[in-house]
Nanobody, 115 residues
Framework: QVQLVESGGGLVQPGGSLRLSCAAAGSDFSLFPLAWYRQAPEKQRELVAS???????NYADSVKGRFTISRDNANNTMYLQMNSLKPEDTAVYYC?????????WGQGTLVTVAS
């Protein structure tokens, strides 16, 4: 029983920045690994970044150096800071919590990068 809600998406110009948030309820957030995924139009969902319960991070090559994943366990919130955005970053972004082999997903938030 886990509920995840993403927010912070919107329209941004190339080179701009956005910060996405994922708020969780229904679980002890601090115990579990988290991740951000994205799905562009007519493409498969792909892993963008992940973070363990102790803060170890990993990034897709396409976003490394531009995006930063973080978590605030006290507030049951995960973040994705996105800088130097490119049109190819346009996608619906989803947060995911992994709990005992089960993945839980949010509803997604749309990020559009365009002039």
């Amino acid at each position: 029983q886990v509920q995840l809600v993403e927010s912070g998406g919107g329209l941004v110009q190339p080179g701009g920045s956005l910060r996405l948030s994922c708020a969780a309820a229904g679980s002890d957030f601090s115990l579990f690994p988290l991740a951000w995924y994205r799905q562009a139009p007519e493409k498969q969902r792909e892993l963008v970044a992940s973070i363990t319960n102790v803060g170890k991070t990993n990034y897709a090559d396409s976003v490394k150096g531009r995006f930063t994943i973080s978590r605030d366990n006290a507030n049951n919130t995960m973040y994705l800071q996105m800088n130097s955005l490119k049109p190819e970053d346009t996608a619906v972004y989803y947060c995911k919590l992994s709990r005992y082999g089960q993945g839980y997903w949010g509803q997604g938030t749309l990020v559009t990068v365009a002039s």
